[in-house]
Nanobody, 124 residues
Framework: EVQLVESGGGLVQPGGSLRLSCAAS????????MSWVRQAPGKGLERVSTINSDGGITYYADSVKGRFTISRDNAKNTLYLQMNSLKPEDTAKYYCTRTSDIIATMKRIESGSWGQGTQVTVSS
C-alpha cells in the first residue's frame, strides 16, 4: 500500500530554516509528481509546492516562492522541502502527497482521517 511518512518539522525562530522529508513506499515513486500541502491552525489547506517525476519542473505558492525549495531523490524514494527565511505565517502542519491524489488527500486531512504530517512552528 501507498505509504508516505513526513519528518523534519520542529520549532524554529523567524528567519530560520528547516528541511522536511517524506519517505515514500508502496508505489513507484519515480513515476509520480509529488506535492507538499499545509494546514495552519484554524485555516484551510494550501498547496505549498509541487515537483514533477524527474525533478525538472517545480511549482511554488506565491506565499513561499523564493524561500522554499522542493526536491526529490528518486533513488531514495524521498521527497524534500527546504524551508528558508521562515515566517510565523509558515506555522502549519505539513503533509506530502502524490499530486494525482491531492484532492482526496486534502479531503482526508480536513476530515481528520489523515493522521500523518509534520508540525512546523515558527515563533520567537
Amino acid at each position: 500500500e501507498v505509504q508516505l511518512v513526513e519528518s523534519g518539522g520542529g520549532l524554529v525562530q523567524p528567519g530560520g530554516s528547516l528541511r522536511l522529508s517524506c519517505a515514500a513506499s508502496g508505489f513507484t515513486f519515480s513515476s509520480y509528481a509529488m506535492s507538499w500541502v499545509r494546514q495552519a491552525p484554524g485555516k484551510g489547506l494550501e498547496r505549498v509546492s509541487t515537483i514533477n517525476s524527474d525533478g525538472g519542473i517545480t511549482y511554488y505558492a506565491d506565499s513561499v516562492k523564493g524561500r522554499f525549495t522542493i526536491s526529490r531523490d528518486n533513488a531514495k524514494n524521498t521527497l524534500y522541502l527546504q524551508m528558508n527565511s521562515l515566517k510565523p505565517e509558515d506555522t502549519a502542519k505539513y503533509y506530502c502527497t502524490r499530486t494525482s491524489d491531492i484532492i482526496a488527500t486534502m479531503k482526508r486531512i480536513e476530515s481528520g482521517s489523515w493522521g500523518q504530517g509534520t508540525q512546523v512552528t515558527v515563533s520567537s
